[in-house]
């Protein structure tokens, strides 16, 4: 349906879509109901727009709260209008080199507006996929590597922001109680990695580290996934090694 001004015809379901867009400025996730009161409109239709811009990855669902925030696609295209560095063209053939040779699956992911928000997935296809993370999507702060791994490295009054939220237990291994969080992350940030093991999915393990800038800023972060008898030997990660290598490489090719 269509709708005329003047001489300019407007789409009503573009509209609306662009509508549940500008809902999200100033806020990393929303559920249903707040999504529906921002936009003024009834519930099926914002369900149904939500689901189709899913589709389209210009919409993601927190798969531990079922909140929508925005995706892939709005990334991608705030990147480019902005001209940051493109991680993804950086990082995507070291990760994918990493996977074929590791039968891992491969993360990159940023800290964006409060969030662990997924920029990549690479999947070898001699291994298990790992699915929990989806490309756009976030998980919580206290849960698996790159989470972490990503909130270790973010100023005092960013992490004690992220303290004070709802922590999310997604397995029993999750760590919930603000203090124990806070005093792992000042591990993670010392040793410069994170291992987790079973606490986003019982079974799976997380292996994440840090991308520095030349000032010691942190710009991303890799991970791997995969089977915990596989990730690990005596407790220890078994391929931290390899995976600072390639974060070693990533760092080069963007220049820093």
Request: aromatic share 4%.
């Amino acid at each position: 349906m269509t709708e005329k001004a003047g001489s300019i015809t407007h789409v009503r379901a573009v509209q609306r879509a662009l509508a549940i867009l500008r809902a999200f400025e100033g806020r990393p996730e929303m559920s249903l109901a707040e999504v529906t009161t921002a936009t003024g409109l009834d519930k099926g239709t914002t369900r149904r727009l939500l689901i189709t811009m899913m589709g389209e990855g210009f919409i993601v669902q927190n798969a531990a709260n079922q909140r929508y925030g925005l995706g892939r696609a709005v990334r991608n295209l705030a990147a480019s209008a902005a001209g940051e560095i493109d991680l993804r063209a950086a990082a995507v053939p070291v990760l994918s080199e990493l996977a074929a040779e590791l039968h891992f699956t491969a993360f990159l992911s940023v800290f964006q507006d409060g969030q662990a928000t997924c920029l990549e997935r690479v999947h070898d296809m001699k291994g298990m996929e790992v699915r929990w993370w989806a490309v756009g999507g976030s998980l919580p702060h206290n849960c698996g590597g790159a989470p972490k791994l990503l909130l270790a490295y973010q100023p005092e009054p960013v992490i004690e922001a992220a303290l004070a939220g709802p922590l999310v237990a997604m397995t029993p291994r999750s760590v919930t109680a603000p203090d124990q969080l806070r005093d792992h992350l000042r591990t993670i940030r010392a040793r410069g990695y994170e291992f987790a093991v079973d606490d986003v999915a019982v079974g799976l393990s997380a292996l994440a580290v840090p991308i520095l800038d030349r000032a010691g800023a942190l710009l991303c972060a890799i991970s791997l996934a995969g089977l915990t008898p596989q990730m690990s030997r005596r407790g220890r990660p078994v391929h931290l090694d390899r995976l600072r290598q390639a974060a070693s490489a990533i760092a080069s090719r963007i220049g820093s």
